[in-house]
């Protein structure tokens, strides 16, 4: 059964870039089907996908985020990371890492989620 | 972007009793490109139905979905005591969206 978790600082200063990375177990981000993604859940705004990447390194990103975000896949190690610059208090939120099906475009596993606040 | 609006806001309802919640399209979603989550508090959603109306794996089967172009339903047919939640609907267009989801509350 595939699992993720989230890593990385839950407190990030404003202009600074926040960086998060998921790591993988009980599947091999090389296995096909899937994609691996980003999400995040304001407590006003509720949910809002980020992006994903493909273990071959292909990317796409929410056109919203486009020009802020990075996420980039170490498949020697089975993680993938968010980068995502020139945050603001608005970034404040829970961020989840995400197994999404290349076929119906679904999340079928989610991470458990870490809390990034943006704040001085 | 394709906006998704789901309806009502909060559901009051008893266990035992029939859940209808319901997630309306600004554009028509190809049917297999709708899927369900239910949220409890302090976890991550979880997936409950994808293609509209495909069960996913471990889901009661109490639990349907339904619907295509811009009006989607999901009903719970008898409400267990873990069912109560908040529920999100997410569909993939040109790019993913949620819904703003509904609370169920007992």
């Known amino acids: 059964q595939v699992q993720l978790q989230e890593s990385g600082p839950g407190l990030v200063k404003p202009s600074q870039t926040l960086s998060l990375t998921c790591t993988v177990s009980g599947a091999s981000i090389r296995s096909g089907g899937y994609f691996w993604s980003w999400i995040r859940q304001h407590p006003v705004k509720g949910l809002e996908w980020i992006g994903y990447?493909?273990?071959?390194?292909?990317?796409y990103y929410n056109p919203s985020l486009k020009s802020l975000v990075t996420i980039s896949v170490d498949t020697s190690e089975n993680q993938f990371s968010l980068r995502l610059s020139s945050v603001t208090a608005a970034d404040t939120a829970v961020y989840y890492c995400?197994?999404?099906?290349?076929?119906?475009?679904?999340?079928?596993?989610w991470g458990q989620g870490t809390l990034v606040t943006v704040s001085s | 972007e394709t906006v998704l609006t789901q309806s009502p806001g909060t559901l009051s309802l008893s266990p035992g009793e029939r859940a209808t919640l319901s997630c309306r399209a600004t554009?028509?979603?190809?049917?297999?490109?709708l899927a369900w989550y239910q949220q409890k508090p302090g976890q991550a959603p979880r997936l409950l139905i994808y293609g509209a109306s495909s069960r996913a794996t471990g889901i009661p089967d109490r639990f349907s979905g339904s619907g295509s172009g811009t009006d989607f339903t999901l009903t719970i047919s008898r409400l267990e005591p873990e069912d109560f939640a908040v529920f999100y609907c997410q569909q993939y267009g040109s790019s993913p969206t949620f819904g703003q989801g509904t609370r169920l509350d007992i």
């Open positions: 554009q028509s979603v190809g049917s297999n490109y």
């Open positions: 995400a197994r999404m099906d290349w076929n119906y475009y679904f999340f079928d596993s």
């Open positions: 990447i493909h273990y071959s390194g292909s990317t």
